[in-house]
């Protein structure tokens, strides 16, 4: 049973891992159920088959995400209910926030079942991008440790974050399984660089992202490049602040904003791109998160510029047909964008990078890996 407030059709990595972790635990033979949210507005349900979907309302902000604590709360206090009166299944799989994963080890205790947990990053550290409460801070750094033990497993993003957990205290087995791109979705067909550049921003853009550093750098590269864009697909709560920075700069005629959009109508943009852009702001919490939009990008063909810090600059440095890590600063992000214009990446090469990408970091491996680890807890 996957307790999860995010699941396709609703577009974002934590979609599309869950997805894939689902269809691998029904092809080894496991009855699926998903506990989940009703979807967006507007969005097109095409929920996998043979898997049982359960939806349930949900609190969503103006552009229609379940983000924020009202809105983890108005999933996490039915969750509690809806597990208690299910099934009893063999094993519980949950999708943080801490507040859920709390949620779950509640009830798992009373119905005596083991829970495993997808921990993507350490929730508490990147809290501290959006209050300075002490109070708040610390509540949830408590509610997330207590969450995080009580699993059998984390399946963890990667080797920095099992070792910071391990700092604070988390002593629960982990195994790091990386991240991956949805290869069903993501591949590349041939497209041609463009002319005039165009440069994609694919994903959420919050604090933390810290997106905003390319609107600045357009504004170099469009002395250069008159007729150069940058494409931003997602939403987050940076958006209006990014837009209101183009604006100010007045290159708002180069700089479009774009709701999200599914991964198959995503990938022909990359493909088609100059390269896209990645961020993530240099703060604690992000010494160890790493860029996942980086791998459907190059699954597309498509080389990544990131400005930023942790573990995926070290992944371009490692890769360098995959792209180039900057640091955070708009001259170096700007340089980077005009050496990419200047030389784009050939048919030839992008399709090379798309099959490498494809071999090397695919969602249904990863898939693989959690489910044996998750049949060996059950004894299945």
Known sequence: MIATRIFGPEISAASAILRTWAEEFRDRGAEVTVLTTKPPRGAIVNDPPGIEVRRASVKRDRQQYVRGYLSYMSFDLPL???LLFSPRADLYVVEPPPTTVGVVRVIAALRRTPYVVRAADYWSEAAEMVTSSSLILG??????????????????AHEPLIDRLREVGVTTPAVPIGFGADTKAFHYDGQTPPKPPVFVYAGTHSEWHGAGIFVNAMHEVVQQYPGARLLFYGNGEEREGIRARARELGIERYVEFHAPIQPAALSPILAGATVSVASLTPVAANEYALATKVYSSLTAGCP?????????????????????????????????????????????????????????????????????????????
């Open 80 to 82: 509690a209910f809806r």
């Open 139 to 156: 509540t949830l750094r408590r509610v997330e440790s207590w969450g995080l033990q009580g699993a059998k497993m984390l399946f963890a």
């Open 304 to 380: 990544v510029i990131f400005a930023g810090v942790g573990p995926t600059v070290a992944f371009l440095s490692g890769h360098p047909q995959a792209g180039v890590a900057v640091g955070y600063n708009v001259g170096a992000a700007a340089a980077a964008m005009i050496r990419a214009a200047v030389s784009p990446v050939q048919p030839a090469e992008r399709a090379e990078l798309a099959r490498w990408s494809a071999s090397q970091y695919s969602l249904n491996a990863i898939a693989r890996r959690v489910v044996d680890e998750s049949l060996a807890i059950i004894g299945k």
